[in-house]
T-cell receptor, first 116, second 115 residues
Framework: AQTVTQSQPEMSVQEAETVTLSCTYD???????LFWYKQPPSRQMILVIR??????QNATENRFSVNFQKAAKSFSLKISDSQLGDTAMYFC?????????????FGTGTRLTIIP | SAVISQKPSRDICQRGTSLTIQCQVD?????MFWYRQQPGQSLTLIAT?????????ESGFVIDKFPISRPNLTFSTLTVSNMSPEDSSIYLC????????????FGPGTRLTVL
């Protein structure tokens, strides 16, 4: 079974600063995907970024990037030039590779607050 | 990405009653997933629904309490039966990508409060 651990229950940062959210996972699978989802107060789960385990290159999406360390089973999210709209719960998630037909295993989440 | 809708968006129910939540997708998908998010908690998978077969339930969840239907490739329902206040949660459905990428997308969720 897979486990996902987020050790930072809450974080806060000034607007325009950079913040890094941590995530570690444990699995015996060789093919898998890792995700960061954002959940604002509206409760909608929004996909932020996705990383294929077989790719060594770290994924980036505009201001969002990851530091994927496969050997260490670490998958952190960096948010650059943080904005007020980034305030949300952030969940790290793991999925085995199967064309999206596998369940997601979530971490406990990090509540991020961007301070004006 | 898939466009997913859920009905109702929220409801307040009396204990002992049942509520059926609908999930509609704008494209055909193989698997649909139902998650529960208890207040202040992370998401936990209830069951996986594959069209044409019975849903597969995770440990701790049973069909009598959470019956699921999957009549076609774009629609599913989750019923929360004989509700108690402990069932107060957000219920979310998700679908795998209809393309070859391994990604899941979520509906907007249903906020259920049981009195």
């Amino acid at each position: 079974a897979q486990t996902v651990t987020q050790s930072q229950p809450e974080m806060s940062v000034q607007e325009a600063e950079t913040v890094t959210l941590s995530c570690t996972y444990d699995t015996s699978e060789s093919n898998y995907y890792l995700f960061w989802y954002k959940q604002p107060p509206s409760r909608q789960m929004i996909l932020v970024i996705r990383q294929e385990a077989y790719k060594q290159q770290n994924a980036t999406e505009n201001r969002f990037s990851v530091n994927f360390q496969k050997a260490a089973k670490s998958f952190s999210l960096k948010i650059s030039d943080s904005q007020l709209g980034d305030t949300a719960m952030y969940f790290c998630a793991f999925m085995k590779s199967n064309f999206g037909n596998e369940k997601l295993t979530f971490g406990t989440g990090t509540r991020l607050t961007i301070i004006p | 990405s898939a466009v997913i809708s859920q009905k109702p968006s929220r409801d307040i129910c009396q204990r002992g009653t049942s509520l059926t939540i609908q999930c509609q997708v704008d494209s055909q998908v193989t698997m649909m997933f139902w998650y529960r998010q208890q207040p202040g908690q992370s998401l936990t998978l209830i069951a996986t629904a594959n069209q044409g077969s019975e849903a597969t339930y995770e440990s701790g969840f049973v069909i009598d309490k959470f019956p699921i239907s999957r009549p076609n490739l774009t629609f599913s329902t989750l019923t929360v039966s004989n509700m108690s206040p402990e069932d107060s949660s957000i219920y979310l459905c998700s679908v795998g990508s209809s393309h070859s990428t391994d990604t899941q997308y979520f509906g907007p969720g249903t906020r259920l409060t049981v009195l």
